[in-house]
């Protein structure tokens, strides 16, 4: 077995010393107009569903990778304080999810989704909100858990 060096791309260190944290040079952080060593406050939202006012709910479409269903958002009777404002059905007739009335620190009023079926790989939490041409849009945005 030959016994030439070791081939390795980059400085050796030994185990357990400290490495240094790679840094993106000054150039490409003004290239792109932003400091990119500070963390980001600001997290992507997905539309993943478009819906039109109906009566006293909403009709539409949600779709993601994996779902493409029609959907139905139907007014509920509040049978407690903390119970649904609206029923979230499938084009099928299945219950699928709630929604509540809520209002934004902006003053805006939306709804508050929950989207749940066994075929789901995990709850859908996203929120129902009016855009500027009258359309509502079901927004998503993956929880600091997830």
Request: hydrophobic residues 55%; glycine residues 12%.
């Given at each position: 077995m030959p016994s030439g060096p070791s081939l390795r791309c980059g400085p050796c260190f030994a185990w357990g010393a400290a490495r240094p944290a790679p840094r993106r040079p000054d150039h490409a952080k003004a290239?792109?107009?932003a400091d990119l060593d500070q963390p980001r406050k600001d997290f992507i939202m997905s539309t993943i569903g478009n819906f039109t006012a109906s009566g006293n709910g909403y009709t539409g479409t949600v779709r993601t990778l994996t779902l493409?269903?029609?959907?139905k958002i139907a007014a509920s009777d509040k049978t407690s304080e903390n119970a649904p404002d609206f029923r979230v059905i499938a084009g099928n007739g299945l219950e699928?999810?709630?929604?509540?009335?809520?209002?934004?620190?902006?003053d805006r009023p939306y709804l508050s989704v929950t989207l749940d079926d066994p075929s789901f790989p995990a709850t859908i939490y996203a929120r129902l909100v009016e855009g500027e041409d009258g359309a509502h849009n079901l927004i998503w945005s993956r929880s600091k858990g997830d």
């Open positions: 290239a792109i107009g493409n269903v029609k959907v699928i999810g709630a929604a509540w009335k809520k209002v934004s620190k902006a």
